[in-house]
């Protein structure tokens, strides 16, 4: 049985990744800031319209990066429903995560409910664009601004979306990117930092290679986060693939919503005119009397991989269970409900139309 899972890779033609390696193997330039590295991050400033940007390995480690590039110590108000990565930059930096509450229209963070969590220890505020959902970055803008904190976003599931015409990017002080193979853009893996304050270029720099002023001085006790050519290589392979694949997720969204509207055991999304998405995911939420679970495991069986994301809560893993407050009722409530449903490019009307089929009957 062929299964259709949550998502998959974007790939360029095989022939296309071998000529653009071929200067790799001429040059033997294989990490460093070779000349893919370079062109990839000149071309994604551009691309996201921002002034300042830096490649990483990853984005879990780009946004421990940009914590430490700020020199973060305290409190920082985070959700807890996100991947867990958002909550072990903030541990692993020595920052304590406070959660806030989540919206229920769009399951991104309450400016208000984190507004009633700043206290004297706030730092900053780390919101999530989750799922393809952008955050109320007017709110958070003005929540900084009143409180003086620093604002950086988990912008790991938008990359390419704007804002009234505005890159997402260009939101914040900082906004983290991931590149990792599950997302719309990809390098293999990949992370990125788009940044306002072009002195902080330095110690990311600096961060990423070792601390290194020169060979001969190292004024920074910095860690080895850089990306290689061969996910750089990868990146500007995809790069003319993103428009195309954006628009047949766009499609395939519009097929879900046509295909399930009215249906009161589901709450379809619903995207904002104002915002350009990339469409990365498809999240509905099951209601009762219906179970998610009941509804994934059915799916299952017919080779469909949904995916139950985010669920758990971080609150709930094993190693922050018991550990911060985590009074998050609309989180708890989205994170036992939420199903995303398979989405992709390459995504036929075929399965697209057996997965409907099969999840209206998991609803009977």
Known sequence: MKKINVTQSLLPKLDDY???????????HLTSKGSKHEELESKLKTLLDVKCASLFVN????????????????????????????????????????????????YTLDPIDVERKITDKTVAILPVHVLGHVCDVKAFEQ?????????IYDAAHVFGVK???T?????????????????????????????????????????????????EDITYIGSNLKMNEFQAAMGLCNLPLLDHEIELRKKNCEVYLDELKGLSSITLPHFLDHIDYNYIYFPILINKPYSRDDVYNQLKVKGINAKKYFYPLVTDYACYRGVYPSDLPHSREVADKVLCLPLYG?????????????????LV
């Open 18 to 28: 071998i000529k653009e390696i071929e200067t790799v193997w001429d040059s033997h």
């Open 59 to 106: 984005g879990h480690l780009a946004l421990e990066a940009v914590l430490e590039a700020y020199d973060l110590k305290g409190e920082i108000i985070t959700t807890a429903f996100t991947f867990p990565s958002t909550t072990h930059a903030i541990v692993r930096q020595g920052c304590t995560p406070v959660f806030a509450d989540i919206k229920l229209d769009d």
């Open 143 to 151: 929540l900084a601004q009143k409180y003086n904190l620093k604002l």
């Open 163 to 165: 804002v009234n015409h």
């Open 167 to 215: 890159g997402i990017g260009q939101y914040g002080d900082a906004s983290m990117f991931s590149m990792n193979a599950t997302k719309v853009f990809n390098t293999i893996e990949g992370g990125l930092i788009t940044y306002k304050d072009e002195s902080l270029s330095k110690k990311l720099e600096l961060i990423k290679y070792y601390g290194m002023e020169s060979s």
């Open 346 to 362: 390459n995504l036929s009307l075929d399965e697209l139309m057996f997965i409907v089929h099969e999840l209206k009957n998991a």
